[in-house]
């Protein structure tokens, strides 16, 4: 940050002075044999009084730009910029992983890897019901509870996965291993429906039409069960259990 030089004001009593004795000055006349010669006043100096510390300091963390390390979030290169008061979003629904999808993941990561070595597994699991989109804080509340609105009817559900399918995003900027549902498909499918709606409500991009590679049959059947859906934005998160 420049420091910008402080102007220092005279009082309203010395403005006025001046501002008379500029007058005098410019409608006098020199009076021959009036007693020696006029001496004309120089004007006072400007004077620039020093910036305090305090002030040069006081921005300096709100004008440093965020650095974006992929490394300290899975490898993930951020798709859009990073703005103040703006929120990364993303719906889904949450998996807990299984000892049978911990096995099949012991075979099909070290596989992979000979192929794509940076693949690292995640920390955690879900089903996404939306891409990730950005929201303005003052969104975030009527957001969730347009969410929950529309959650609101939805009964609890069982679903299974076996097909092991390659993505990649919009983007091209992340691959990931992933497993397509097969049954409880059409429930999902109606999730996504509803959040694709609050979406259009807030004037955001709706979820993805098609990020499907390839893919191949496993011979592993996942069965899981759907209790809620989760909003994260930001660092919250917020959950909508289902009937």
């Known amino acids: 940050m420049s420091a910008a030089p ?31 010669c006029g001496r004309a006043q120089s004007p006072l100096p400007s004077q620039r009084l020093p910036v305090p510390d305090s002030v040069l300091h006081m921005f300096l963390d709100t004008e440093e730009e965020p ?7 899975g490898g993930r290169v951020r798709t859009f910029p990073h703005e103040r008061g703006n929120w990364a979003t ?4 949450p998996y807990e992983t299984r000892e049978e999808f911990l096995d099949l993941l012991d075979v099909l990561l ?22 990730s989109v950005v929201l303005r804080h003052h969104w975030i509340l009527p957001f969730v509870q347009a969410l929950k609105d529309r959650m609101a009817s939805f009964q609890r559900f069982f679903f299974t996965a076996n097909r092991v399918k ?71 998160f917020f959950s909508m259990p289902l009937m």
């Open 6 to 36: 402080l102007v220092g004001y005279s009082s309203s009593g010395s403005e006025d002075e001046a501002g008379a004795g500029a007058g005098a000055g410019a409608g006098a006349q020199a009076q021959p044999g009036a007693g020696g």
């Open 67 to 73: 650095v974006d390390d992929p490394e300290k979030h």
């Open 166 to 236: 390659i993505y990649t995003n919009q983007e091209k900027t992340r691959t990931f291993i992933g497993l397509e549902v097969t049954s409880g498909h059409n429930q999902f499918l109606d999730l996504v429906s509803e959040v694709d709606r609050v979406m259009e409500e807030f004037d955001l991009t709706t979820f993805y039409q098609n990020i499907v590679d390839e893919f191949e049959d496993s011979e592993m059947v996942l069965r899981a069960h759907a209790e809620q859906v989760r909003c994260k934005s930001g660092n919250k």
């Open 90 to 93: 993303h719906v889904y629904v």
């Open 110 to 131: 070290p596989h992979a890897q000979t192929y794509v070595p940076r693949l690292v597994q995640m920390e955690a699991f879900h089903l996404s019901l939306s891409q």
